[in-house]
């Protein structure tokens, strides 16, 4: 068991990829049954890929950047497979293949694998949208609420292939380091008025003796 330990967290990410294609078919005939069946052993398999790679510490950089790929394959995936049903979620279909290349771009030249607040906000927005979307397909009540929710996940879409890439260009590091070199600059400043009053004292103590020898050397006389 020790020996494939590591390796469990991977392969459930790529059980999960392996899922996405399947339900894709299962979605463009319909069967929408076993897309929800699937569906949740997706999700199933990214909770439990993160959970044991840090319950057993064999978190790497490979296996972040992997889970990024399969997410973001997921999350195309599950909209396409109610494309056909629903033509109205092509517009955030075509924006996640975006804003997937997007990020995927970002995680692997800044060598970053964090998700960005606005991209958590998306992906919850995403599934809300795919779980009504499945909804109206047992009900038409739901049709209004699918539209509103189309809405609100396309704008969160554009917001977060913005927010990509204002962090690519322009990176925290590069604020951080022009901060810290402020900070070590003002910290210079300091020490040197610090440096400057001390000698200033001792100029002033040297001259304060002086005097009082002088006096002392007087009064003898």
Known sequence: MKTIQPYIPNILTIL???????????????????????AIIAVITDFLDGYLARKWDVVSSFGAKLDTVADKLFAIGIVGCLITQFTILWVPFILEIILGATNLFYHFKSKKTETL????F????????????????????????LFGMVYATVNLQILSIFQYGFNFFCPKEDISIESNAMHQQIMKEEDDEELAQTIILEDLQKIAQEYQYNNETDDIS
């Open 16 to 38: 999960r990829m392996i899922l996405t294609p399947i339900i894709i078919v299962f979605g463009i005939f319909k069967q929408i049954y076993v897309v929800i069946i699937l």
């Open 117 to 120: 607040m606005i991209g958590k």
């Open 122 to 145: 998306k992906m919850s927005f995403l599934f809300a949208t795919v779980i009504v979307g499945i909804l109206t397909t047992f009900s038409s009540h739901f049709t209004s609420i």
